[in-house]
């Protein structure tokens, strides 16, 4: 089996922002202590339960987050309402990724699959704050990178993959995010996120239990052996992660 070491850092210790609230976002433990103090003057924690939307496609970005905890799902929304999910964000990075380039709109809807909690930032105050600490700019650039990777590699695996390949590798990359082994979802939403039929998650579903990889149960599935899910998975989760720490490793 191929090293697929998650190059993503899991939530662990974080520090402590002005008003008591810990920090777990990966972009701004990072940061310079000057920096983060700086950038977190201007930021509001905010709660992000399920289903809220971050931000609107075609609608002006109000604001960046950072996500604290939880998880948020990058998706291409059709003219008729149908979506596709292109893009996974978690502790380790930010939601707004067109702001960096100074654009205000974004063709995606980002919302969140797993309820958590995020540092917000006006894109105003972001823009400020990018002129004024250049680690946080480069961060961001990285991530956007990142969340480019993703995207391109997920249009390729829904097109080329089956079912339950495209579940796995979609597990694999919801527990790098999380952490842990329960993934709360229903399989209304594994549909939107797999573009296809909740029949078809069904079956995908069956599948990965009847081989002791999951269980499945009332929205919530428990990852029963990682190493089988990376077995069961497709090419792409592993081609995602060897990238992201190829990239990890240039700049270490």
Same mark, same amino acid.
């Given at each position: 089996?191929?090293?697929?070491?998650?190059?993503?850092?899991?939530?662990?210790?974080?520090?402590?922002?002005?008003?008591?609230?810990?920090?777990?976002?990966?972009?701004?433990?990072?940061?310079?202590?000057?920096?983060?103090?700086?950038?977190?003057?201007?930021?509001?924690?905010?709660?992000?339960?399920?289903?809220?939307?971050?931000?609107?496609?075609?609608?002006?970005?109000?604001?960046?987050?950072?996500?604290?905890?939880? $998880? !948020?799902?990058? =998706?291409?929304?059709?003219?008729?309402?149908?979506? +596709?999910?292109? #893009?996974?964000?978690?502790?380790? /990075?930010?939601?707004?990724?067109?702001?960096?380039?100074?654009?205000?709109?974004?063709?995606?809807?980002?919302?969140?699959?797993?309820?958590?909690?995020?540092?917000?930032?006006?894109?105003?105050?972001?823009?400020?704050?990018?002129?004024?600490?250049?680690?946080?700019?480069?961060?961001?650039?990285?991530?956007?990178?990142?969340?480019?990777?993703?995207?391109?590699?997920?249009?390729?695996?829904?097109?080329?993959?089956?079912?339950?390949?495209?579940?796995?590798?979609?597990?694999?990359?919801?527990?790098?995010?999380?952490?842990?082994?329960?993934?709360?979802?229903?399989?209304?939403? $594994? !549909?939107?996120? =797999?573009?296809?039929?909740?029949?078809?998650?069904? +079956?995908?579903? #069956?599948?990965?239990?009847?081989? /002791?990889?999951?269980?499945?149960?009332?929205?919530?599935?428990?990852?029963?052996?990682?190493?089988?899910?990376?077995?069961?998975?497709?090419?792409?989760?592993?081609?995602?992660?060897?990238?992201?720490?190829?990239?990890?490793?240039?700049?270490?």
């Amino acid at each position: 089996m191929a090293d697929l070491s998650n190059p993503l850092p899991l939530k662990g210790a974080g520090s402590t922002s002005k008003n008591g609230q810990s920090v777990f976002n990966k972009i701004l433990l990072g940061l310079p202590s000057k920096e983060c103090a700086s950038v977190l003057a201007k930021m509001e924690f905010v709660n992000t339960p399920t289903h809220t939307v971050l931000h609107e496609a075609e609608e002006p970005i109000k604001f960046a987050h950072f996500p604290n905890d939880g $998880l !948020a799902s990058v =998706l291409n929304v059709m003219s008729d309402g149908k979506s +596709v999910e292109v #893009g996974l964000i978690g502790t380790e /990075g930010f939601v707004g990724a067109p702001l960096v380039a100074g654009y205000n709109t974004s063709p995606a809807r980002v919302i969140m699959q797993i309820a958590g909690s995020a540092f917000r930032i006006s894109a105003r105050d972001l823009a400020v704050s990018m002129q004024e600490c250049p680690q946080l700019t480069q961060a961001m650039h990285r991530f956007v990178q990142d969340l480019a990777l993703q995207s391109q590699q997920v249009a390729a695996c829904n097109r080329l993959h089956e079912v339950e390949e495209r579940l796995a590798r979609w597990l694999l990359m919801c527990q790098d995010r999380i952490g842990g082994d329960i993934v709360p979802l229903t399989q209304e939403f $594994l !549909a939107h996120m =797999l573009a296809t039929r909740r029949a078809s998650v069904t +079956v995908a579903a #069956g599948i990965l239990q009847k081989a /002791g990889l999951i269980t499945y149960s009332r929205g919530v599935v428990k990852i029963q052996s990682r190493a089988k899910l990376e077995d069961a998975c497709c090419e792409c989760y592993a081609t995602i992660v060897r990238q992201t720490k190829k990239w990890r490793d240039e700049i270490s």
